[in-house]
């Protein structure tokens, strides 16, 4: 074997046991390869079965349709043929009640029923009470479902049906976004009265921002201090910055909660300076206002430290250099230092979005109805209306949100910059 | 600090700036250290009562430190905060440093890819993170058990984990592993002999970390815990949402003082680092 590798390449070095050093050289470095894989290997393997494949799992139910599919076989067979004009022929009536029976044998019917009524509200009841007079209905069919309710003799009902019957399906998507199917399976916005996530939506992207920037005035100073003040000062200060951060997030909430309600101390102290009367306190919780203050509370210190350390970085030097070429302070701050400090401010500000995007525990507390975010509405739909399928489209698009932003960061700050504490 | 040479504007910005801080660092710490005096409040308000401020020794007391104490469910509860910590921060710390051993080597394969799944942990939204595990732990059954609760909060502690033990790792002289190796050394006895001493400190800021993620952990724990796995935070939670008494301010103040404690840990670690680092 060597000898035919010698004769290919007659220059090739060979290492001790008579092979080309390359070739050995390659083995040892998939080797060191594969041992650096081995080892990220069991994380790899315990973070997605604990944590990817469940939001996968979770965000599959989004699009997921089995409940008409899988319960009402019959019916979604015969309607696939059905142009959808008018109301369907004997056919699929009969089918429709054949599945009812079935579905309710399986006590399945009101799964069945729920999901139309998301879709349509109003219907549960109409098709439970349908479906327990199926089993004496007599054909014609047709005839016999219109009689029971004639909600089975328009053509909105089918449509709907149909809609549901597909496996897979765009709906919680739409409804995420306040839009709908009408009638004629178009897509147009949902009524004036339903419609909210988008408000909410919009509403979270505003609390974020305005909670970042809230961070990024109040936390620059602070960094900047920190950042020149001689080690011996800044440590101590910074243990100040460190506490609120490694203090349990439920434990602030509350704190602002013992400060922020009517007869909280701020409202006690403001009473007492005779700043407001004692009949109108101010009102500064349960609202937006609360959920702002306690978040940038919250969220401060991650936009401090990114700062601090980007700032540490920078030589006076280049400030008093601008000074003494005749620079005025104001100037040379804005020209020397700011510049140089754009990537903390990158950094902190991204930071400090994503977490805020994803807020739950604070607005839930603190936020009473003006304050709360896209997360709370996701619970709600999760523990509450239980209409998992848009708590899971709800929270696809704040995936997507969040992904791209972190995206961003890596690509800005990069994985291996990030730093705690 | 301020130059001697400096004019009345520059002396005016000079203190106005530090008063400024003083105010935004205030705004940092008073409401954290708000709740500990309140915590003695022998009223069953959440607000300074007149006895409080004039310090007449009647008007503060213990009761609601008495009332954790002879109250099962916080005992219960505390007990389940700390095994669940305990048990996903040794998880957290050992998938995690491991893996930033490998993350560390310059021949790892798609690196930044994998760090970045690797850390999102942290940055999905802990909605999200709770209901996704929520339908799966469920169904494979661990929902409302301690095993599940202990799998989510390690897999949400690990994050901190490689972050620091990769940030100690970095500077990491590779050749001093091939050094031991040549010198006789077998892998596993060169990693606890040469590696481990010097990412120490980045394992235990990284374990505190995981640490104390799983001990305040609320989200998560609203979805998998039931009433037998309640922690601290979800009792906290209940009782914010349900009858707000000021036994809840009695237990911040002790998770404060706990907040103290690790800070304090870190803190003297980071010295005794810096320490070592400055002799060599």
Known sequence: MSEQVMAATPHAVLAADGTPLKQRLQKTLRRRKLIAAGLVLPLGVFVFVTFLFPIFLMLFRSVDNPIIHENMPQTVAILEQWDGKGVPEEAAYAALVRDMVEARKNKTIGRVATRMNFEMSGVRSLITSSARKAKKMQPPFKDALIKANPIWGERDIWVTFKRLGNEYTATQYLAAVDMRYDSDNNIVQQDEDRQIYVTIFGR????????????????????????????????????????????????RTTSWIVLLQTNGVINELLVWLHVVADEDRLQMMYNQTGTVIAMTHILLPFMILPLFSVMKTIPPSYMRAALSLGANPVRAFVKVYAPQTVPGIGAGSLLVFILSVGYYITPALVGGRTG?????????????SLNWGLAAALGGLLLVGVMVLYWAYTKIVGVDNMKLG | MLPSYAGPLETTWYYSFRVICALILLFLIAPILVVIPLSFNAEPYFSFTEGMLTLNPDAFSMRWYEDIINNKQWIHSAKNSVIIAFFATIMATTLGTLAALGLSRPEMPYRGAIMGLLISPMIVPLIISGAGMYFFYSHVGLAQTMIGMVLAHAALGTPFVVITVTATLTGFDQSLIRAANNLGATPTYAFFKVTMPLIMPGMISGSLFAFITSFDEVVVALFLSGFEQRTIPRQMWAGIREQISPTILAVATILVMISIALLATLELLRRRNERLRGIV
Do not use: D, E, R
């Open chain 1, 204 to 251: 979270t992207l505003w609390i974020s921002l305005a909670v970042t920037l809230l961070c990024l005035v109040l936390g620059y100073p602070v960094a900047y201090l920190l950042a020149t003040l001689p080690a011996k000062y800044s440590n101590l200060l910074m243990i100040m910055v460190l506490l609120p951060f490694w203090t349990s997030l439920l434990v």
């Open chain 1, 372 to 384: 709360q975010m896209i997360s709370n509405f996701i619970a709600f739909h999760m523990q509450k």
